[in-house]
């Protein structure tokens, strides 16, 4: 289960102990494997992402594409909880997105982070979307691991379906326009 309070950083020992290389037909803009000696951390967060995500989905992992970025609380509305911005030094966010194939569907999956290292903690945490529309009840201080990732991920995707195989309206709707990134053709 889930830390309820989203407060305990649950990566553990046995992440740092797995070594995610994508298959080659992977589109992405981080290498594939862990080949390089002082490779980033984030890079075998975002590939394992990608390898746990799949594996719990059934899915064939298509995209991968992870970004950094400084930002502050005025540029960046959706992370600030003050409504015009605060004097916040700059936040770092990273964001890594991912394209997966399911049968007769395509799953994109985005999950952002974000932390500013001089005002406490105020600015810091994790946030998951599945076809550009976020999942708030997984709005967190700290990411799971990159396999918890792929079980919300998989139950998300498995509740959405089943409401629609039902009758009924789903969580979140299905299109897949919210994130412009993923518009035909306009992602590497």
């Given at each position: 289960?889930l ?8 990566i553990d ?5 797995r ?7 992977v589109?992405t ?6 080949s ?13 992402l990608l390898v746990e995500?799949?594996q719990?989905?059934g899915?064939?992992p298509d995209?991968?594409?992870?970004t950094?970025d400084?930002s502050?609380c ?15 030094g700059?936040?770092t966010l ?17 999950v952002?982070?974000?932390?500013s290292l ?19 009840e997984?709005?967190?201080?700290y990411?799971?691991s ?9 139950r998300q995707?498995?509740?959405a379906?089943e409401?629609r195989?039902?009758?009924r309206p789903?969580d ?9 990134r ?7």
């Open positions: 289960m830390d309820p309070t989203g407060k305990i950083n649950q020992r046995f992440d740092y102990c070594s995610y290389v994508l298959p080659g037909a589109v803009n981080i290498p594939c494997d862990r390089q000696l002082g490779s980033y951390g984030a890079h075998e967060y975002a590939r394992g995500t799949a719990q989905l899915a064939r995209q991968l594409h992870y950094d400084e502050t005025a540029e960046r509305w959706d992370i600030c909880r003050d409504p015009d911005g605060c004097p916040a700059p936040i990273s964001v890594v997105a991912l394209q997966l194939a399911v049968p007769l569907d395509t799953i994109r999956v985005t952002m982070w974000f932390r001089d005002d406490g903690g105020r600015h810091e945490g994790w946030r998951l979307s599945i076809d550009g529309w976020p999942v708030p997984q709005d967190r201080t990411p799971p990159p396999r918890a990732t792929g079980a919300l991920v998989a995707h498995r509740a379906a409401a195989w039902r009758g789903a979140h709707p299905p299109a897949r326009t919210a994130d412009p993923y518009r035909a053709g306009s992602h590497p």
